[in-house]
């Protein structure tokens, strides 16, 4: 039957499937979670200033000599990132082999590649400029965020290829389920801002204590990572009430749906006991970096979740 007479008559569209392909989009997407954690660990660690305000070259070099431990670790997420190019560059190469003009796959590699470039972009801005170590001011706040937001965009944009790849359909946006899904985004990604803001104040002004990391949080005076750590925590409470409203509708949905959504709810509640935890002991690398990772899986689980919602013929497979 011709796929016109099929959606016709209700059923959801033909979509091409490439299991192989699928598995390394996946795959690819789990490596990018790693160099964005490491990326983390090289902020948390005050390494960004690791090979200088060098780009692409390490203090100068293509590769370090005799170098320090902060060198290495900043040398190793470039490295690392490097990789990340190639990986996403075969990515694209096979996407457009192996699904035909017009598939969502071709439009997933290709704005994968536009966001990793720009990713790249962005990282040797912030060395170049020296929004790295110990910076504290203003304006490294606002090339953080831009960076942060470039990060959940390409994290976005893969886990779609892939998700595209195992024969999902194209999302049609569409009434109250694209707004719903686009104020849902946009929830996660203020907060993911204002978390990168809190993770950085925590490590250019460590708390001695919880009490008097509350005190300096408050205080007119402090600097402006200082302050914006306080409110994060509130944030968090309000951006979780608003994914738990949107992540259980009352009318029927499509099972992959249902799905996500409990990943969505299950991801979301570890979040936040990790997120006490880190507050209590008063934000160790460690926690950081599980609190980033489970950020990301909120994201990846909440993107997934819109998809299934504004998939074409995704209402009339809603049982």
Wanted: glycine content about 6%; charged content about 10%; aromatic content about 8%.
């Amino acid at each position: 039957m011709p796929q016109a007479a099929i959606r016709r008559a209700g059923a959801p569209p033909v979509q091409t499937r490439h299991p192989a392909f699928a598995r390394y989009a996946w795959a690819v997407l789990a490596y990018n979670l790693a160099v964005v954690l490491w990326g983390a660990y090289v902020r948390a660690t005050g390494s960004g200033a690791g090979c200088g305000n060098h780009w692409p070259l390490c203090n100068g070099e293509l590769a370090p000599h005799s170098p320090a431990i902060a060198t290495i670790i900043e040398f190793t997420h470039r490295a690392t990132s490097g990789l990340d190019l190639a990986l996403v560059a075969a990515l694209v190469v096979w996407g457009f082999r192996a699904f035909p003009r017009r598939h969502p796959v071709r439009l997933g590699v290709t704005l994968s590649a536009i966001f990793l470039i720009t990713e790249a972009l962005i990282g040797a801005a912030l060395v170049l400029l020296e929004h790295v170590a110990r910076n504290a001011s203003a304006a490294r706040a606002w090339s953080l965020s831009t960076h942060l937001l470039n990060t959940l965009t390409l994290l976005a944009c893969l886990t779609l290829t892939a998700w595209w790849g195992t024969g999902q359909p194209a999302i049609r946006p569409r009434g109250k389920p694209a707004w719903m899904a686009a104020a849902s985004l946009a929830v996660v990604m203020t907060l993911g801002v204002s978390g990168a803001i809190a993770a950085l104040g925590d490590t250019l002004f460590p708390a001695p204590s919880l009490a008097a990391g509350f005190v300096r949080d408050f205080d007119p005076a402090a600097n402006l990572f200082v302050r914006l750590r306080g409110l994060h925590p509130l944030f968090a409470a309000i951006a979780a009430a608003w994914l738990l409203f949107y992540a259980m509708p009352a009318r029927p949905q499509p099972p992959d749906a249902r799905r996500y959504a409990r990943a969505l709810m299950v991801v979301l509640a570890a979040q936040l006991a990790l997120g006490a935890a880190n507050l209590l002991l008063l934000a160790p690398v460690w926690t950081q970096l599980l609190h980033l990772l489970l950020a990301d899986l909120v994201w990846i689980s909440l993107v997934l979740l819109a998809a299934a919602r504004l998939a074409e013929g995704a209402s009339v497979r809603a049982v």
